[in-house]
């Protein structure tokens, strides 16, 4: 999960490449940006990339800037006639071509990431600890069979801002918080789900224009029933209702996330929720005056 596109020293590189050229299971990582003038996105590669020499790769970007939580990522690019791979994707595509063929075929621009922990639920060892394990002869125990991600991190508080992004694990959802997983472990998330095949899904806005309907139908009949019992209704008692409802809401469609793994948006069902009873007063109002002047029936008149 890095970008070698600085040389430094001579000899130190030869020694470099001489190693990764012995073996064919390595994934580096390129970082793509977007072309100002053609739009299309463009490849930072490495220094040792050179000529006929070709090693397989991935682009290690995310979705977003450096504030934004990391809930998806693109497990292709396409520009022009070429495809492109994620760093996790060319990943898979080593450790597991049949898996690789299946995320193909999803043929989805954005994958949801399942999240399965931070760093505690991966093995992860520091520099010094790789030295021990390795001068111990214990590495290749560790090790053999599994999918190794080199990148940065940090195991112990305090946390250092290199790498380091929103998660939709981190334990302060609201205001400002502090960032809380590396790249590399978002990474090991994605081959995670990928491996265990724990897609998640995500509902059309239709459904959730669907449920937007459902829902606010229901409320409206509760308003409009507590009119129908009395003359002036508390307006505070419908917006303790309302507020309750969105808290409900939002913990239910947490749970069929958490239960089901489908996503389902929520700015229409929110939206719906928030506007419905200022539009209801809004209606309230010119039905009176409909009421008033042309007789008009409505629940809202009381004798």
Sequence with gaps: DAVFDKEGNPLENAEFVRTIDQYKNIVFGKRYSIDSLTQQPVFIGNFFEKGSRVYPFGYINFLGNQFSVIRNYPPF?????????SFTSAIIAKFSPGKFEKLKERKRQAEIINYQGNIENYNSLTAAQLNYFDSTGQLTSLLSGKIVLMGYFVKNPPLVLEDLHFSPLNEQMAGKSFPDMYGVVIHANILSMIISGCYAK????????????????????????????????????FLLVQFLLIVVILYVFLMVFNWFLIKIPLLPIMIALVLCLELFGLYKIIALWLHKKFNYTTVFSHK
């Design 202 to 237: 995500e509902a059309s806005v239709f459904i959730s224009y669907l449920l937007a309907g459902l829902i606010i139908t229901f409320f409206l009949y509760y308003i409009i029933s507590k009119h129908k019992q009395g003359r002036h209704p508390s307006h505070g008692k």
């Design 77 to 85: 690019l396409r520009t022009a006639d070429s495809l492109y791979p």
